[in-house]
């Protein structure tokens, strides 16, 4: 019952900006960490950055200074702006959500949002 949805990802040019959201949905839940993981053609799955539920986070080397990771509790949604994108920025983004139900402790993943960078 629970949802993980992302958003907004599509076609930017390099140098140009997104923000990526990633909203939780469904009844009797905590969030415990979100992130988000991204995976080009041909490579593995990488992490991007999480966020943890006391605002402790993460932002991988590569994106670290051009992307930010944060979340709004009331919401249950988490957000990554991409500033500053670059081609090698290309590639398929995911969300992953460690959840808190009554019966145990999961991790949920969004069907992925296609992020281009291109001229």
């Known amino acids: 019952q629970v949802q993980v949805v992302e958003s907004g990802g599509g076609l930017v040019q390099p140098g140009g900006s997104l923000r990526l959201s990633c909203a939780v949905s469904?009844?009797?839940?905590?969030?415990?960490?979100m992130g988000w993981h991204r995976q080009a053609p041909g490579n593995q799955r990488e992490l991007v950055a999480r966020i943890t539920s006391n605002g402790d986070t993460y932002h991988a080397d590569s994106v670290k200074g051009r992307f930010t990771i944060s979340i709004d509790d009331a919401k249950n949604t988490v957000y990554i702006q991409m500033n500053s994108l670059k081609p090698e920025d290309t590639a398929v983004y995911y969300c992953?959500?460690?959840?808190?139900?009554?019966?145990?402790?999961?991790?949920?993943w969004g069907q992925g949002t296609q992020v281009t960078v291109s001229s």
């Open positions: 992953n959500a460690d959840l808190t139900t009554p019966y145990s402790r999961s991790s949920y």
């Open positions: 469904g009844s009797s839940f905590t969030i415990n960490r």
